[in-house]
């Protein structure tokens, strides 16, 4: 069974940092694009980082590029999300997501249709 979990949200005040994890399981994340989603209140979910594989090609949102930087641990099966600078607006549920769709993360981190695998997701919330 594909299973992905993110951890690491939290309270932060604004200019703090996190890092959030993704354990995955049943399937081996080095050979899958994987990327982060976040959701605000009443707003749509959006694309914030992926990872492409092979290359290694990563994508930011504009809104984070510079601030957050997404990584891999291929020997244990683990994305991270290095959140720095945080701000209000980056408040949100912060997911993982993972597709074997080899166009995705080209270009730009892609839509959320086009993840096949998702966390549960873990909270962000930045205090001004």
């Known amino acids: 069974q594909r299973q992905l979990v993110e951890s690491g949200g939290g309270l932060v005040q604004a200019g703090g940092s996190l890092r959030l994890s993704c354990v995955v399981s049943?399937?081996?994340?080095?050979?899958?694009?994987v990327g982060w989603f976040r959701q605000a209140p009443g707003k749509e979910r959006e694309g914030v980082s992926c990872?492409?594989?092979?290359?290694?090609?990563?994508n930011y949102a504009d809104s984070v590029k510079g601030r957050f930087s997404i990584s891999r641990d291929n020997a244990k099966n683990t994305a991270y999300l290095q959140m720095n600078n945080l701000q209000p607006e980056d408040t949100g549920v912060y997911y993982c997501?993972?597709?074997?769709?080899?166009?995705?993360?080209?270009?730009?981190?892609?839509?959320?249709?086009?993840?096949?695998?998702w966390g549960q997701g873990t909270q962000v919330t930045v205090s001004s």
């Open positions: 990872l492409n594989h092979p290359r290694d090609r990563t």
């Open positions: 997501a993972a597709t074997y769709r080899d166009y995705v993360c080209s270009t730009y981190v892609g839509s959320s249709g086009e993840y096949d695998y």
């Open positions: 049943g399937f081996t994340l080095e050979h899958y694009n």
